[in-house]
């Protein structure tokens, strides 16, 4: 058995994919939903009272930005505890003592894992997204497709940004608790700076919501973010390959 | 095939040494015995010799590439999702040399699992486990194995099983293998070596290591044995000799070569009826038990004497 079929099966034996795909489709699925009923469950709401609501129609726009709040948010949390769970490999010494008696160098034992838990996110994503498409389309109105696909693109890369982060944790604390707790805290933190001007533009974060700011917004203002999501992942799989390779098993 | 040599191997987690200059002697193809109490330091030296852990001073010479070198750990682990034939499979995959499924089949049924074979291991129990380990460990056809406690969970036959598969491994693989049952290692071990806190007090054969501590001698004959008893008790090689009870002589010899040769002579020269003579406590267990306690002794002492 190769390590790309060990990885395969634990990404489905463990129901790891089933996790991912079901969080990326229902709230793909059901954020256009919930935009295009959000008026009517509100008047409904407030039928009886004398306050009279004036709310705007929902524009395709309004669909896919719930989606892409939610990729930002919810499927972030979902891939960074999925990637800790593949990639914290001594998190179980015992079974960690099974892979690295086998596979003596780091980027043989880690790539494998990586590739799956990205591969997993990418499909989950990408059926999330034609989700959020498909019924952004039919309640609300059409969208343009090739936004979309670049904003998916970008996406992606920002879930690749956050496995090497999950994978750079992983090869400097052993639980997947802490892995997750480490790569929640860091997020938010680059949250935070976002906030900061001329340093907002840079942060990869801003490419978590990138279907909406495509569609919302004229392309070309994620540049930046691009090049420091790109560089950064590369930079922290490549520590996280050296830093496994020094550590010991502990138990 | 070389044999594996360690040079002054010495491991430390900060002030606690746990193996301190270990230099170990493992013919190639030799059956080793690592004995020890409780956190003596065997699995740090059996993990520093799986290249699990970095040694923090000396040198370990395996006398053949590290991907050669299988560990059994003493309770191993393996993803709760694989069956037992998927684990052999993923564990020969991984070291690059993938194995046909007759073969893995074949191997299954040498440690007893072979209708456990398409069963998931999450589901089996402390012993499968460790047949499994043991499975997993040969499957990569190692050159060397080093095997933690590998009968521990077994039942008695489990446990014979698994010994006498490792004594077959003799002169084809190395091995090395600790064990808390001494009886399996002076069974099957042609060397071992005895650690204790963290150093090595004895290494050699286990037949020298039994000459080495038999320096109690008993004899039984019809009494009465007071001649007999002056006699040895005058011979230069005697530390000394008491009458258990009526026939019985426990002597405590300075050389055990020297009484070998002359206390047949000595016994003849009392004209008194010999019923049984042998050794007095000569089982391994024993002397670890020495070799070990004088350790424990010498902390007590050492710790006595440290200023608080």
């Not at chain 1, 524009?59 to 948010?73: L, M, V």
């Not at chain 1, 880690?110 to 959020?132: D, E, K, N, W």
């Not at chain 2, 501590?213 to 002056?230: E, F, G, Y």
């Given at each position: 058995?190769?390590?790309w079929?060990?990885?395969?099966?634990?990404?489905?034996?463990?129901?790891?994919?089933?996790?991912?795909?079901?969080?990326f489709?229902?709230?793909?699925?059901?954020?256009?939903?919930?935009?295009?009923?959000?008026?009517?469950?509100?008047?409904?709401?407030?039928?009886?009272?004398?306050?009279?609501?004036?709310?705007?129609k929902?524009?395709?726009?309004?669909?896919?930005?719930?989606?892409?709040?939610?990729?930002?948010?919810l499927?972030?949390?979902?891939?960074?505890?999925?990637?800790?769970?593949?990639?914290?490999?001594?998190?179980?010494?015992?079974?960690?003592?099974?892979y690295?008696?086998?596979?003596?160098?780091?980027?043989?034992?880690?790539?494998?894992?990586?590739?799956?838990?990205?591969?997993?996110?990418?499909?989950?994503?990408?059926?999330?997204?034609?989700?959020?498409?498909?019924?952004?389309?039919v309640?609300?109105?059409?969208?343009?497709?090739?936004?979309?696909?670049?904003?998916?693109?970008?996406?992606?890369?920002?879930?690749?940004?956050?496995?090497?982060?999950?994978?750079?944790?992983?090869?400097?604390?052993r639980?997947?608790?802490?892995?997750?707790?480490?790569?929640?805290?860091?997020?938010?933190?680059?949250?935070?700076?976002?906030?900061?001007?001329?340093?907002?533009?840079w942060?990869?974060?801003?490419?978590?919501?990138?279907?909406?700011?495509?569609?919302?917004?004229?392309?070309g203002?994620?540049?930046?973010?691009?090049?420091?999501?790109?560089?950064?992942?590369l930079?922290?799989?490549?520590?996280?390959?050296?830093?496994?390779?020094?550590?010991?098993?502990?138990? | 095939?070389?044999?594996?040599?360690?040079?002054c191997?010495?491991?430390?987690?900060?002030?606690?040494?746990a193996?301190?200059?270990?230099?170990?002697?493992?013919?190639?193809?030799?059956?080793?015995?690592?004995?020890?109490?409780?956190?003596?330091?065997?699995?740090?030296?059996?993990?520093?010799?799986?290249?699990?852990?970095?040694?923090?001073?000396?040198?370990?010479?395996?006398?053949?590439?590290?991907?050669?070198?299988?560990?059994?750990?003493?309770?191993?682990?393996?993803?709760?999702?694989?069956?037992?034939?998927?684990?052999?499979?993923?564990?020969?995959?991984?070291?690059?040399?993938?194995?046909?499924?007759k073969?893995?089949?074949?191997?299954?049924?040498?440690?007893?699992?072979?209708?456990?074979?398409?069963?998931?291991?999450?589901?089996?129990?402390?012993?499968m486990?460790?047949?499994?380990?043991?499975?997993?460990?040969?499957?990569?056809?190692?050159?060397?194995?080093?095997?933690?406690?590998?009968?521990?969970?077994?039942?008695?036959?489990?446990?014979?099983?698994?010994?006498?598969?490792?004594?077959h491994?003799?002169?084809?693989?190395?091995?090395?293998?600790?064990?808390?049952?001494?009886?399996?290692?002076?069974?099957?071990?042609?060397?071992?070596?005895?650690?204790?806190?963290?150093?090595?007090?004895?290494?050699?054969?286990?037949?020298?290591?039994?000459?080495?501590?038999?320096?109690?001698?008993?004899?039984?004959v019809?009494?009465?044995?007071?001649?007999?008893?002056?006699?040895?008790?005058?011979?230069?090689w005697?530390?000394?000799?008491?009458?258990?009870?009526?026939?019985?002589?426990?002597?405590?010899?300075?050389?055990?070569?020297?009484?070998?040769?002359?206390?047949?002579r000595?016994?003849?020269?009392?004209?008194?009826?010999?019923?049984?003579?042998?050794?007095?406590?000569?089982?391994?267990?024993?002397?670890?038990?020495?070799?070990?306690?004088?350790?424990?002794?010498?902390q007590?002492?050492?710790?006595?004497?440290?200023?608080?």
């Amino acid at each position: 058995m190769s390590p790309w079929r060990l990885e395969l099966l634990r990404i489905m034996r463990t129901r790891r994919l089933i996790a991912l795909v079901a969080m990326f489709v229902i709230l793909g699925v059901g954020g256009p939903v919930l935009v295009h009923y959000l008026p009517q469950i509100i008047k409904s709401k407030t039928a009886t009272s004398d306050i009279k609501l004036i709310l705007p129609k929902p524009k395709p726009f309004d669909g896919i930005q719930n989606f892409a709040n939610n990729i930002s948010s919810l499927c972030t949390l979902v891939v960074a505890i999925v990637a800790a769970a593949s990639l914290a490999i001594d998190a179980n010494p015992v079974i960690a003592i099974f892979y690295r008696t086998r596979v003596r160098k780091p980027a043989p034992l880690l790539v494998p894992r990586f590739v799956a838990v990205i591969g997993a996110s990418v499909v989950a994503l990408a059926l999330g997204t034609l989700g959020a498409w498909y019924e952004t389309t039919v309640l609300i109105g059409s969208l343009s497709f090739g936004p979309l696909v670049v904003g998916f693109l970008l996406e992606a890369l920002w879930l690749f940004f956050v496995v090497s982060t999950v994978a750079f944790f992983s090869s400097v604390i052993r639980s997947v608790l802490g892995v997750v707790g480490a790569t929640v805290t860091l997020f938010l933190a680059l949250a935070l700076l976002e906030s900061v001007p001329g340093v907002m533009s840079w942060m990869p974060t801003r490419l978590a919501e990138s279907e909406a700011d495509l569609i919302g917004h004229p392309a070309g203002v994620l540049w930046h973010a691009i090049v420091t999501a790109g560089i950064a992942s590369l930079l922290v799989f490549g520590i996280a390959i050296y830093l496994f390779g020094r550590r010991e098993v502990s138990r | 095939m070389n044999g594996l040599r360690t040079h002054c191997l010495s491991k430390s987690y900060g002030e606690t040494e746990a193996v301190r200059n270990i230099d170990l002697e493992v013919p190639a193809g030799a059956i080793y015995g690592l004995v020890g109490p409780n956190g003596s330091g065997k699995t740090t030296t059996f993990e520093l010799l799986a290249g699990l852990r970095h040694a923090t001073a000396g040198t370990i010479e395996w006398g053949v590439p590290l991907n050669q070198v299988a560990y059994c750990p003493d309770t191993p682990e393996f993803e709760p999702w694989l069956t037992a034939m998927e684990v052999l499979d993923a564990a020969s995959g991984l070291l690059g040399k993938p194995r046909p499924r007759k073969i893995l089949v074949e191997m299954l049924d040498h440690v007893g699992l072979a209708d456990s074979a398409a069963h998931r291991v999450g589901g089996f129990s402390r012993g499968m486990t460790s047949r499994l380990g043991i499975a997993a460990g040969l499957i990569g056809e190692p050159k060397v194995l080093i095997a933690d406690e590998p009968a521990a969970a077994l039942d008695p036959a489990g446990r014979r099983e698994v010994i006498d598969l490792l004594a077959h491994l003799r002169d084809s693989v190395t091995v090395i293998v600790s064990s808390h049952d001494l009886a399996d290692v002076q069974r099957i071990c042609d060397s071992v070596g005895v650690l204790t806190r963290g150093q090595l007090v004895y290494q050699g054969s286990v037949d020298d290591l039994l000459a080495k501590a038999s320096t109690v001698l008993r004899i039984l004959v019809h009494p009465p044995a007071t001649c007999l008893k002056n006699l040895i008790s005058d011979a230069p090689w005697v530390q000394s000799v008491r009458e258990e009870q009526p026939g019985e002589l426990i002597v405590d010899v300075t050389d055990a070569r020297e009484a070998e040769l002359h206390m047949a002579r000595l016994i003849a020269q009392s004209n008194t009826g010999l019923i049984e003579y042998g050794r007095a406590g000569a089982s391994l267990q024993d002397i670890f038990f020495e070799l070990t306690e004088t350790g424990r002794y010498s902390q007590r002492k050492h710790k006595a004497g440290d200023p608080q």
